[in-house]
């Protein structure tokens, strides 16, 4: 059974694992752009993954974050339309919340770079 308060981020895997534990997470497109992209979902995750990503060598992590305590934490969740599809997406205006991320999976990708899912 899905839980409708769960939402992806995609990270750089380096990133991620050297990021203080003691502070908001924040991706290098976030000054550029003011929120953190976001998803809903296994299917959708990888159709985005492969769509923005699959020519990006480095490894990724999945970040599981809980809406409630992201929200709860000080960072507002806007759902909003992408420019070029038909869905709604979670954006994050503000940083993660360490304590928001309530599983780190790793990311499992083909040798020619689609992703192809994740494992916990």
């Known amino acids: 059974m899905a839980n409708m308060n769960l939402i992806y981020h995609l990270a750089p895997a380096e990133r991620w694992s050297s990021w203080p534990k003691d502070q908001l997470y924040f991706p290098i497109p976030y000054e550029q752009e003011g929120f ?5 979902g296994d299917e ?3 159709k ?3 769509r923005f990503y699959r020519d990006d060598p480095q490894d990724f992590v999945l970040l599981v974050l809980d809406t409630n305590k992201v929200e709860e934490l000080g960072s507002p969740i806007k759902w909003e339309e992408a420019t070029d599809m038909q869905e709604l997406f979670p954006h994050i205006y503000g940083g ?3 304590q928001a991320v309530v599983e780190v999976r790793k990311v499992q990708r083909a040798d020619d770079g689609t992703f192809v899912g994740w494992s916990s």
């Open 36 to 40: 953190i992209h976001c998803t809903r």
């Open 44 to 46: 959708l995750m990888i």
């Open 48 to 50: 985005i993954a492969n």
């Open 96 to 98: 993660i919340p360490q």
